[in-house]
Each structure stands twice: as structure tokens, then as C-alpha cells.
């Protein structure tokens, strides 16, 4: 009796974990910091639109699906780990960085940093295993180039 409520349990525990391709996991944690301020402005989704084009190889028909994706996908999350992790298996660390500098570049598409931005790439940051210095780099390469 024990061992088929234990398999019925491991059962509705893997149909419960989404599974996301890498595109959708880059889409949903560009969108997070979208929405991170709570004030998306136009800016800000251009700048989503062409850092997802940036990061993910598709054409525009994709990248159309893949913005609307991205954003039900991050409002329905309860945390970010789900993403991180599946760019943890599939990026290297070059490619974690340049998911980071994307995420700058969005954060500073307004011309301003809210500091619910800067935490939210610092978490992300961690999450992808970035080190600090590559962090704080890529913040002041995109500071200096919204100036």
C-alpha cells in the first residue's frame, strides 16, 4: 500500500515540473526584469525584444511568440530557480554573462535603475553561478554606454 502511494506521489511530482527549452527560459527571465519595477515602458519592451533576438537564434515569427511566452511564463513562476536551471545545464559561462549584460541593457533602457532592477539581476546573477566581478562589469559596460 505504502509503495503505490510513494509511486503515485513521484508521479504527480514530475508531471508537476514544467519543462522549459532554453528559449523560453532566456524569454521568461528577460521578462522578470521587465516587470521588476512594476513600470514597463516602452523602452524597456523594445529593448526586451532586442535582447531576446540577441540571445536566441529564431525568426521574427518566434521571437513574436516567444516575447508573449516569455512574459505568461515568468507571471505564472513562483521563483526563478526553474529558469536558472535550465540554463545552467545548457549555457557556458560566456553565454551567462551575456544573458546578464542583456539584463543591464533592459534595466537601463529607461535611463534609470530602480533598485528592484538591481536586485533582480543580482539574483539571477547568482542563480547562473556569474561572479560578482563579471557582474558588476557588465553594469558599468552598459552604464557607460546609456550615457
Given amino acids: 500500500m ?15 515540473k514544467p519543462a522549459y527549452t532554453i528559449e523560453l527560459a532566456t524569454a521568461a527571465l528577460l521578462s522578470e526584469l ?49 529558469f536558472t536551471q535550465v540554463l545552467n545545464k545548457h549555457y557556458s559561462a560566456d553565454e551567462k554573462v551575456s544573458v546578464i549584460k542583456s539584463l543591464w541593457a533592459i534595466a537601463y533602457a529607461d535611463e534609470s535603475l530602480a533598485p528592484l532592477e538591481e536586485s533582480t539581476i543580482r539574483q539571477i546573477a547568482d542563480l547562473l553561478y556569474v561572479p560578482h566581478s563579471q557582474f558588476i562589469k557588465t553594469k558599468l559596460e552598459i552604464a557607460e554606454g546609456s550615457k
Fill in 2 to 16: 505504502l509503495k503505490s502511494f510513494l509511486k503515485l506521489f513521484e508521479e504527480s511530482h514530475n508531471k508537476a
Fill in 34 to 82: 521587465v516587470n521588476a519595477d512594476n513600470q514597463v515602458t516602452q523602452t524597456e519592451k523594445d529593448e526586451y525584444k532586442k535582447q531576446l533576438k540577441r540571445l536566441v537564434n529564431v525568426d521574427d515569427e518566434a521571437i513574436a511568440l516567444l516575447l508573449e511566452r516569455g512574459q505568461e511564463t515568468a507571471d505564472d513562476a513562483v521563483d526563478l530557480v526553474h
